[in-house]
């Protein structure tokens, strides 16, 4: 009875206050499947999950804003004031000192690494950050710097940018068990399996490769701020790791997945290569000159539509299709709002970056694109000849069920099969937000990779080329930039 009337009083606009809460949290992950959301606790490290109950309520929460949040009655807030979710679930802060879920409970195997026993620690903790801290201070240090609308589990847990697919590989069959009758047809639709990728992110690869390594979570919404909050994290990462060997302190790595690298190509103009000790500028499937996807977003789900409706597919299954397909990318949907208006080609933001750019003394840089739109594919199992087939068991008859994926013609995969109204849309122009071109700088060397916007968040040949060129090699697929940008 007592989580009915709290569901009650959530839905019709949390008309009860909130007692005692205070602004404790922020949010690190959302999954629009169920409508839960998981927030990390800054003092603490410890995370939670909390469910809200009512949709449109929920659509106004995005990763990196505050939440309020009261542990003894279980609720959570958005102002305050007024509660209007349940948590649903509460996890201990780590034992050994990370923030959270940012701690992957999944590692890989290291050869002649000793990491130390407190790695990785809570580190900038207004921020939510994480710092490990390499045993060989020798060692280059690297600052990480998140997306739009992405938290630091962009680097420690990949999974939570929710397009995790496997749309490289077809599901398997699936085995529904036995049944006392025969079946055919339809049985379900669905998309592609999802990958098991937070053991391969980036935060945990390049602390086993004995770097120091640090990010944290800007504050959601426009470029400001989180530029704001860049500041704070770049200056007090050049203090800890001077600490670690004053005398010689290690040299830094500033690298950046999507609006991250322009964050950092900012805080260069300001601040300069840092007395030297700035050596590498990285970004991954960075906007440089802008994506045109910011300014298409009800261009996208309308083409989107418009493709089902010319599908030639029984209506039962295009409807079911159709719905399922505008539900998986609602998360792309929600990255395309008015902070993404700041990444249009010639906006101000960009204009004001580029002018008086060049590149800093001392510092190389490399660049990383992508030319794969494709986030996942659209099946429909269909029952196989063998699931009407009788089978015998004594003098028993029964039925051996099982459903056979089969991709969706002319409509999958996405977002492919999407008409390319933007180019980042295109199969070989783009990564499904920012084109490869785009991605370039004139003064970088650039590696082009067959991978979409999240895939590179996870991919081991990214990450052990740029753990090669962080150890003085450098790749040999890694040529200077030989394209102008658009």
């Not at 939670?48 to 929460?61: D, G, K, M």
């Not at 739109?373 to 004594?394: A, E, H, I």
Request: with cysteine.
């Amino acid at each position: 009875m007592k989580r009915l009337l709290f569901l009650i009083v959530a839905l019709i606009g949390c008309s009860q206050p909130l007692r005692a809460a205070t602004p404790c949290c922020g949010v690190t992950a959302i999954d629009v499947r169920t409508g839960t959301a998981t927030a990390v606790e800054t003092a603490t490290g410890r995370t939670f999950e909390f469910h809200i109950p009512n949709p449109r309520l929920f659509a106004t929460v995005r990763v990196g804003m505050p939440v309020y949040a009261n542990f003894s009655t279980k609720q959570v807030s958005l102002d305050g004031k007024t509660p209007c979710g349940e948590i649903t679930q509460i996890n201990p802060a780590p034992a050994r000192g990370g923030v959270g879920a940012m701690a992957p409970s999944v590692r890989l195997p290291v050869a002649a690494v000793a990491m130390p026993a407190s790695c990785p620690q809570a580190w900038l903790a207004s921020y939510g950050g994480v710092i490990c801290r390499s045993a060989d201070p020798r060692r280059p240090a690297i600052l990480l710097f998140h997306g739009l609308h992405q938290s630091a589990e962009t680097w420690t847990k990949p999974s939570s940018t929710l397009y995790n697919f496997d749309h490289r590989h077809t599901p398997p069959t699936a085995e529904l068990g036995t049944h006392s009758g025969p079946n055919t047809g339809v049985y379900k639709v669905g998309e592609s399996a999802k990958l098991e990728v937070d053991q391969l992110n980036w935060f945990d690869y390049l602390r086993q490769q004995n770097f120091t390594v640090a990010t944290w979570s800007q504050p959601y919404g426009s470029f400001e701020p989180a530029y704001i909050s860049a500041l704070a994290a770049f200056d007090q990462f050049v203090k800890d790791t001077a600490a670690m060997n004053p005398s010689n302190p290690p040299p830094i790595v500033l690298m950046g997945h999507s609006r991250g690298g322009l964050l950092i190509r900012k805080l260069l103009k300001e601040r300069g290569n840092a007395g030297g000790r700035i050596r590498w500028v990285i970004t991954l499937h960075t906007p440089h000159h802008g994506s045109e996807v910011a300014r298409a977003p009800q261009d996208l789900a309308e083409q989107m539509t418009e493709l089902f409706s010319n599908a030639q597919l029984p209506q039962e299954i295009k409807n079911t299709a159709k719905q399922l397909a505008l539900q998986m990318v609602s998360p792309l949907n929600q990255m395309i709002d008015e902070g993404s208006h700041e990444l249009a080609p010639g906006s101000p933001l960009l204009q004001s970056i580029e002018s008086g750019e060049g590149p800093v003394e001392g510092v190389k840089y490399y660049t990383f694109g992508g030319v794969s739109p494709t986030l996942y594919r659209l099946y429909t199992w269909v029952f196989t000849p063998m699931s009407s087939v009788v089978q015998f068991k004594g003098t028993e008859t029964y039925y051996k069920w099982e459903a056979k994926p089969v991709e969706i013609p002319g409509v999958s995969p996405m977002l492919d099969r999407v008409r390319a109204i933007v180019p980042e849309i295109k199969s070989g122009s783009g990564d499904s937000l920012v084109t490869d071109v785009s991605a370039r700088l004139a003064y970088s060397k650039h590696e082009t990779d067959n991978l979409n916007h999240a895939e590179v968040l996870w991919d081991r040949a990214v990450q052990q080329k740029v753990a090669a060129i962080l150890s003085g090699g450098s790749p040999r697929s890694l040529t200077p930039k030989l394209l102008s940008p658009r």
